[in-house]
């Protein structure tokens, strides 16, 4: 069974622009979690979506959203880009919402410049 | 406010010897608690979850303790290996699935 795929893996973008990231969860997998990693704050929690609804926000701006397509499909957008948000993107798939085991994406190397 | 902090940024020990990493936290109250292991470059994978009322869990060479009292985990690896090697992260959990990760512990196990 395939794992959960990211794309892409690695991006390059300059202040103010906006980015969208894509995740694929596992195959009969409906929750998906997005998360942001960096050296400063270390893994924080984003966002979670179910059945193509937000269940859970965390701590930030409305620069950051996200949407799940009836596929389980998610993708999530990063409007006016600042230099911190330079992160690793990582997003965990579960069969259900608030799931105790979540199988985590290889995630997408964002850089701001 | 919530603090989660994991023992040390790294950690080094011998083959064979035991790793034990430890995630201590305040203001919080966890439904479970787990612990990921991260390779550079990748997403983490869940290796052990442990309740609330449950005091020790095992995995084959792995082995979690929580103490709510101490408000502390303890995680071993016993007789480690260099492919042990990699950043082990705590995450706590409330019931509403509020999770929280604390920052992470590289392990580099010598051989």
């Known amino acids: 069974k395939a794992g959960v795929t990211q794309t892409p893996r690695y991006l390059i973008k300059t202040r103010g622009q906006q980015v969208t990231l894509s995740c694929s969860p596992i195959s009969g997998h409906r929750s998906v979690s997005w998360y942001q990693q960096t050296p400063g704050q270390g893994l924080q929690f984003l966002f979670e979506?179910?059945?193509?609804?937000?269940?859970n926000k965390g701590n930030f701006p409305g620069r950051f959203s996200g949407r799940q397509f009836s596929n389980s499909r998610s993708e999530m957008n990063v409007s006016t880009l600042e230099l911190g948000d330079s992160a690793l993107y990582l997003c965990?798939?579960?069969?259900?919402?608030?799931?105790?085991?979540?199988?985590f994406g290889p995630g997408t190397r964002l850089l701001v410049l | 406010s919530q603090k989660i902090e994991q023992n040390s940024e790294a950690l080094n020990i011998q083959e064979g010897k035991t790793a034990t990493l430890t995630c201590n936290y305040t203001?919080?109250?966890?439904?479970?608690l787990q612990w990921y292991r991260q390779d550079p470059g990748r997403g983490p994978v869940f290796l052990l979850l442990?309740?609330?009322?449950?005091k020790e869990k095992r995995k084959e060479r792995l082995k979690v303790t929580f103490d709510t009292t101490l408000k502390q985990s303890l995680f071993h690896i016993t007789a480690s290996q260099p492919a042990d090697s990699a950043t082990y992260l705590c995450?706590?959990?409330?019931?509403?699935?509020?999770?929280?990760f604390g920052a992470g512990t590289r392990l580099t196990v010598k051989p």
């Open positions: 965990a798939s579960s069969w259900l919402a608030g799931e105790e085991t979540q199988y």
């Open positions: 203001n919080y109250s966890p439904a479970y």
């Open positions: 995450a706590l959990v409330k019931g509403n699935n509020d999770m929280r």
């Open positions: 979506y179910f059945s193509e609804t937000q269940r």
């Open positions: 442990i309740r609330e009322n449950e």
